[in-house]
């Protein structure tokens, strides 16, 4: 039986939505299913958004830039983290002292996003333009 790109065999999707993962999926339905509904928030969104079209940021960098709290700001990085969607790093800097945090996406968190929220952004002009009724097709 041949499966194609999106996981249906033959060309019919199977009954159980777990069974679209394959055999040796590195996450489990409810891990992939926890990513997105982690992104359905708008800070998390754009704290990924930056986060994949910016690179690493220190959680000063994304409180600035996202004008919240640090508290709020934690509270959806740490969630971020929990899904596998961001990484917190450490590192030490030149000629200073300490240890410096940043976070940045996983591969996980870039095709979440560009291949998820993005892509329908984006698509939203194409489905305009197939739905237009004022256009000759």
């Given at each position: ?14 009954e159980d939505p777990e ?119």
């Open positions: 039986m041949a499966t194609n790109e999106t996981g249906a065999v033959d060309g019919a999707f199977p069974d679209l993962l394959p055999e040796e999926s590195v996450l489990t339905l409810d891990e992939y299913l926890d990513m997105h509904a982690a992104i359905g928030h708008r800070t998390r969104y754009e704290v990924l958004y930056r986060l994949v079209h910016s690179g690493p940021m220190s959680p000063k960098e994304l409180e600035q830039a996202l004008d919240v709290d640090d508290s709020t700001l934690h509270y959806h990085l740490n969630t971020l983290v929990d899904v596998g969607l961001i990484e917190k790093r450490q590192r030490t800097e030149r000629d200073e002292d300490g240890l410096h945090t940043y976070y940045r996406a996983t591969v996980f968190g870039e095709v979440t996003l560009t291949q998820g929220v993005d892509q329908l952004i984006r698509g939203e002009r194409q489905f305009d333009a197939m739905y237009d009724s004022s256009v000759d097709q």
